[in-house]
């Protein structure tokens, strides 16, 4: 995660034809958000000693995900099996459900259930307490000028916008069927382009993380705005980027 903001811009932000922004650690402020779900995951394994196993399950997950174009090359040497997707092609989030009850001798529906509580479905009451107010009116206002607004998570995304109130013309997943790869592989950047019918030059990539979402748009040729942890630093680009017309 990126500490300061690095901003890699050829133009305004509204000279844009679309906006590509992360949602995860960009919408909202990362670190508060982690102590709050630390706490919570402290209390209830401490009431629930015997559940241990399910925040391993997390921590694992995780790293998986984190380290998945490294990992997916010893997913075969493990003995393992691609699981197809209804297209037939590998299941990328199904083969990390399955990677990682491998390693804690889990089912791969015990690791699902409890990725889906805590990491989709958990936080999302918390959202709003940590949300980036400037960032989102930003997008708002920028969506007014008729500038398309699309996000683009290696987390699905939706019930997450929903929960801050954010309205984005498109969502793309890393998990989608048609991308089916974690950032920063270039293929995601390339299908997500032809789905908005756009060049590269034309769109913005916004995120906070630069070895995720600046190397994104870095190996697909795109502009890109990095914001850091810090809100008084994002603060100091925002009052930069606030010169709309």
């Not at 997950?61 to 699981?83: A, C, M, N």
Request: aromatic share 10%; glycine share 4%.
């Amino acid at each position: 995660m990126a500490k300061k903001c690095i901003v890699s811009m050829q133009k305004p932000i509204y000279e844009y034809k679309a906006i590509l922004f992360d949602v995860d650690g960009t919408l909202y402020m990362q670190p508060g958000l982690r102590l709050a779900m630390a706490k919570a995951l402290i209390k209830y394994f401490l009431l629930h000693p015997f559940r241990i196993k399910e925040l391993l399950a997390l921590i694992k997950y995780r790293q998986v995900r984190e380290h998945w174009e490294d990992i997916s090359l010893k997913y075969f040497d493990d003995g393992l099996t691609p699981i197809q997707n209804s297209q037939g092609f590998a299941d990328m989030e199904m083969m990390q459900y399955q990677y990682t009850a491998q390693k804690l001798r889990m089912t791969s529906g015990q690791v699902q259930d409890t990725v889906q509580y805590w990491i989709h479905h958990y936080p999302l009451s918390l959202l709003d307490r940590y949300k980036d107010e400037e960032l989102c009116s930003l997008l708002k206002h920028i969506k007014e000028l008729e500038v398309v607004i699309a996000a683009y998570s290696d987390y699905p995304a939706s019930e997450k916008l929903k929960a801050l109130q954010i309205h984005a013309d498109h969502i793309f997943c890393s998990s989608d069927s048609n991308i089916n790869c974690m950032k920063p592989h270039p293929k995601a950047v390339r299908i997500i382009l032809q789905e908005l019918n756009l060049n590269e030059k034309e769109v913005l990539m916004i995120g906070d993380r630069y070895s995720k979402d600046g190397l994104a748009a870095i190996n697909s040729g795109m502009d890109y705005l990095i914001l850091g942890t810090s809100m008084s630093m994002r603060r100091l680009i925002y009052k930069d980027l606030s010169y709309l017309p």
